[in-house]
């Protein structure tokens, strides 16, 4: 096993440990994978280094939102070594585009779940799924 697959295993468990002995659930990818260098590892490093994490809000101006980037970053680099290489050959229209991209990719997760005949069948038209989720939010707020 490389040195890499070593430490990310180590960083899992380290993550999982973290989440039982704060008394939280931990937060999986879609690979099933526990989600260790993700927002929530990262807020429940802070709080169990005794500090705040500065969760950025949508109206959040543009220093918010870059520390908050630091801050991700800079837990990403500490665990990956080589990471910050591949992150100074990105240029700035090339993480727009990734993150355009990942954000299509978060919303469109619930795919993965669907089976294929229920794809064919909104990818072919057949089914409405703005009008069916649409319905599941009008049952749920009782209009």
């Not at 999982?16 to 879609?30: D, H, I, T, Y």
Request: neutral net charge; contains cysteine; hydrophobic residues 40%.
């Amino acid at each position: 096993m490389s040195d890499g697959m070593k430490r990310l295993e180590e960083d899992q468990q380290d993550y999982l440990e973290l989440c039982e002995r704060m008394g939280v659930r931990p937060r999986f990818k879609a690979s099933g994978q526990p989600d260790c260098y993700g927002a929530h590892a990262a807020e429940l490093q802070a709080k169990a280094q005794g500090g705040s994490y500065p969760v950025a809000s949508p109206n959040a101006g543009p220093s918010t939102s870059a520390g908050h980037l630091k801050d991700f970053l800079s837990g990403y680099v500490r665990t990956n070594p080589l990471g910050l290489d591949a992150l100074r050959m990105l240029k700035a229209s090339q993480w727009h585009r990734l993150a355009e991209a990942e954000l299509a990719r978060r919303n469109g997760i619930v795919l993965e779940i669907l089976p294929t005949e229920l794809l064919a069948d909104i990818a072919a038209g057949r089914i409405d799924a703005v009008a069916v989720v649409q319905g599941l939010q009008e049952a749920r707020h009782g209009k």
